[in-house]
DNA sequence: TAGTGGTCTAGACCACTTG
DNA sequence: AAGTGGTCTAGACCACTAC
């Protein structure tokens, strides 16, 4: 495309810059399943001959979606599909700063009604029907955080146990390899708050400790929310990050 | 410069991209007080002439400062120096979105002792001198929190009430102000803990109420620690939000 | 109308990785 | 040596703001 012939419709009012449409269109082909986690995707001269753009402008977009965290660049190999992760924070050992190694346990996967704060989150109405998922984190084999998560039933028809146990109970892998379902999360809200008696046997802390609430939405790639969750830790021996 | 006779420096290895060598430039000049807070920048045409690189590579520079909170752009205005601010989060009344008034008030400004946390936080020994400040937050005329905020005395000779007061209890202000120094926040550290006499009389809630913990450190634009603070806040009837 | 930031292009060269 | 992402340029046009 010459310089001088630019497409008038580079300037419509209301339309999306290019870069955007490439990342939409990215995300669009990536929901589709056509590449899978890991994968590499084609280069940027590739792309840009399939969008009918310019190199740069496939850049950019790829730049949008690797600091969404969705796409890793790696300089003289190519670009890829990120890893799923479970993407919840992590737990440091106060002052040190090694990782430590975390398990995961499901202890829950059943239907439930929608709370007020879940029903808001999602944008659904109040009892709305929900899948329930609640699992156990160890920190060095220690007993460390509850987490629960609240999905629209209908969007994740038969999704149990099994399933989940099968992704290693990581449920972005779930949504992924599953549902077809990649998602980002939105920025936390955190809150202070003090362990049940159920909650204290399971985290081993004495009854009425504190803990700290993590909660968050995350949603699509197209922005739509599609779980929420929230997240109960012992702060007593390790830092939330995020 | 013509594209054939591109400069050989362009590759040296070792050497920091152009657009990261503007970036650097620009944190200089306004560390060296070039330009006042709120004050607009020259336009990318005049900076590439200064800096004798492109626009776009300019542009790239002035992105990178605007996404780290320091620069603030406004299509068809200019690029500015962004307004300083506490930039403690933002509380927000559990559902509600809408903003609440907010207002500081001082309690302490004193010398002390660097503690094991402050001390590895800034890099310095323990016990090293440091300037501690504690105000208190309202929202709505509530009490909600506690910051306390240490720097090394040396660097920040002669900070007092009287210069903290005037700077409407703005912390920041204070530092850009007074001391030259811009700082940028690295990713907080979440603790839940129990609030003490003294905290809870101040806050308002009755004594082992949990309190929300958020410890960050904070560097200048060169990445040197600069400040380590705590806020301790409660949760009941409003949520944290990074 | 002039000046600003925002988008887009085409093409060059570099650094890095793999064969 | 070939292919990838990373940087940089020069120049075009657009959208927004102020005068």
Redesign the interface.
């Known amino acids: 495309m010459s310089v001088t012939s630019t497409r008038s419709s580079v300037a419509l009012p209301g339309r999306q810059p290019l870069y955007i449409q490439v990342r939409d269109r990215i995300v669009l082909a990536i929901a589709q399943g056509e590449w899978d986690s890991g994968e590499a995707l084609p280069s940027e001269f590739e792309l840009a001959d399939r969008f009918g753009v310019s190199q740069g402008t496939v850049r950019k977009g790829l730049d949008h979606l690797a600091a969404e965290g969705v796409l890793v660049r790696r300089q003289g190999m190519g670009t890829f599909i990120a890893e799923v992760a479970d993407d919840w924070g992590c737990a440091?050992v106060s002052?040190l700063a090694r990782p430590l190694e975390t398990s995961l346990e499901l202890l829950v996967c059943a239907r439930s009604n929608a709370g007020?704060?879940a029903a808001?989150a999602l944008g659904l109405r109040r009892g709305a029907v929900l899948m329930a998922v609640k699992r156990l984190v160890r920190v060095a084999g220690e007993p460390f955080a509850l987490i629960e998560n609240f999905v629209a039933a209908e969007r994740f028809e038969g999704l149990d146990a099994r399933r989940i146990k099968q992704a290693n109970c990581n449920l972005r892998t779930v949504w992924w390899r599953e549902f077809g379902l990649r998602v980002v999360s939105a920025?936390?809200?955190?809150?202070?708050?003090?362990a049940g008696r159920e909650e204290a046997r399971l985290l081993g802390v004495e009854a009425d400790s504190?803990?700290?609430?993590?909660a968050r939405t995350a949603g699509g790639l197209d922005g739509e929310p599609v779980e929420w969750s929230v997240l109960r830790c012992?702060?007593d021996r390790y830092?939330?990050?995020?």
């Open positions: 440091e002052g007020e704060e808001t920025p936390p809200q955190f809150r202070a708050g003090i504190p803990l700290l609430e993590v012992r702060t830092v939330y990050r995020v």
